[in-house]
């Protein structure tokens, strides 16, 4: 005879992993960042999800991860619905059940939105490890995992293309068996975005929830509230910013139609980059350094750069060094990811899933000698 299924809110289950930055609200709870998401150790033999979903240009993804295994990723439409996660399963076996969100935090649409409101299940919840390691991740489209899904021919700047699972920062938190935090967004730098937008930098959000988002519904969920870091205090973060940074150097100069001011990364006549525009983003980096150790005070910080070149390598070594002379502050480092290649590349000329392993194999066993003491 099958059980009976019951309708439980979030906030009325005992437990209850929850993945990513978020405001500590369950009723609902908001999934603002890349591979955020719900953890549940569920012991029954059907498991649904209510979400209440909304977008105007970017839907959102979600993967479903059964026993450390995806089996599932899908697009969710607008509206207030049921999702089911899986059904016919042995109700007497316990499965650890991951749903992530896929996509990146959306700037560039206000009305992006993922909640979870609560469960349908027929069993019952039982608790899930709490890992002994845990790892910050802030970076751009690498980090959000542009790319990393999709055919190399893609070229089409959509949803579809995110994958949160096949990113080398949750396969490296996978791989040191380490709970992970993302905080991404395409297209943006240390200084300046890859168009030379100087408010499109992730440091000066960092201190919000979600500080990059816009619009009056992102305020009224959450988004611009101050986050608690006291709450979760990372071993590691990893940063791997600095390819936007590089780009603008090559892109049209972009102007403030607020302002009328232009700014722009500028090239020296024989192709160099222009030594006052670097010096403006190794000050940025130093200052990114400093509020990253005032907010994390015993973190190990790493800056993992190169998955697509290494033109700022330069300046960021000098503003790690630069920071390290200024503050006494030892606890900083440096590592070169491997560069994609032809075999690697992925869609929209990010790096692919291939890319993704490589740099997560790589990064994870130079993790290992701040973890593994």
């Known amino acids: 005879m099958e059980k009976d ?8 289950i005992d437990y209850l992993k929850i993945h990513g930055r978020t405001t500590g609200d369950l009723s609902p709870l908001t999934l603002f960042w890349t591979a955020s998401g719900i953890e549940l150790n569920a012991k029954g033999a059907e498991l649904w999800i209510e979400v209440e979903v909304d977008y105007e240009q970017y839907e959102p993804w979600i993967s479903i ?10 697009m969710l439409t607008k509206g207030r619905y049921w999702v089911c996660i899986f059904r016919g399963m042995n109700e007497n076996v316990i499965k650890n059940v991951h749903i992530l969100k896929d996509v990146q935090a959306m700037n560039s649409d206000p009305s992006h939105l993922l909640q979870i409101h609560a469960v349908k299940f027929d069993g019952e919840f039982l608790p899930v490890e709490e890992k002994k390691y845990k790892i910050e991740f802030i970076g751009d489209s690498i980090t959000s995992g542009e790319g990393a899904i999709g055919a190399k021919q893609e070229e089409d700047w959509i949803s579809m293309w995110f994958s949160a699972i096949d990113n080398y920062a949750v396969l490296t938190a996978n791989a040191l068996q380490a709970d992970y935090r ?3 967004q395409s297209g943006w730098g240390i200084l300046t975005s890859w168009d030379n937008n100087p408010n499109y930098n992730i440091p000066d959000y960092y201190e919000k929830v979600c500080g990059l988002l816009t619009g009056e519904k992102n305020e009224l969920i959450g988004a611009f509230r101050e986050n608690d870091f006291d ?3 990372p071993d590691i973060v ?6 936007n940074d590089g780009g603008a150097f090559y892109s049209p100069e972009w102007k403030d139609e607020e302002t009328g001011k232009v700014y722009k990364q500028r090239l020296n006549n024989d192709g160099t980059f222009h030594e006052d525009d670097v010096l ?15 907010y994390n ?5 790493i800056w993992a750069y190169g998955m697509l070149g290494t033109p700022m390598m330069p300046a960021i070594y000098r503003a790690v060094d630069q920071y390290k002379k200024n503050s006494g502050d030892q606890n900083v480092s440096i590592i070169q990811l491997p560069n994609m290649t032809e075999e690697t590349v992925g869609a929209r000329a990010h790096p692919g899933k291939l890319a993704h392993k490589r740099a997560a194999a790589e990064l994870a066993e130079y993790l290992k000698q701040f973890l593994y003491k």
Do not use: D
Not at 65 to 74: E, F, H, L, M
Not at 238 to 243: K, P, S
């Open 5 to 12: 299924i019951t309708i439980k809110p979030l906030s009325e």
């Open 182 to 184: 993302i905080l991404s």
């Open 65 to 74: 991860v059964i026993n450390s295994t995806p089996v599932g990723r899908q």
């Open 238 to 243: 990893v940063v791997n910013l600095g390819t």
């Open 280 to 294: 403006a983003f190794e000050t940025a980096a130093v200052q990114f350094l400093n509020k990253l150790r005032q």
């Open 297 to 301: 005070k015993n973190a190990q910080i």
């Open 231 to 233: 709450a979760w205090q």
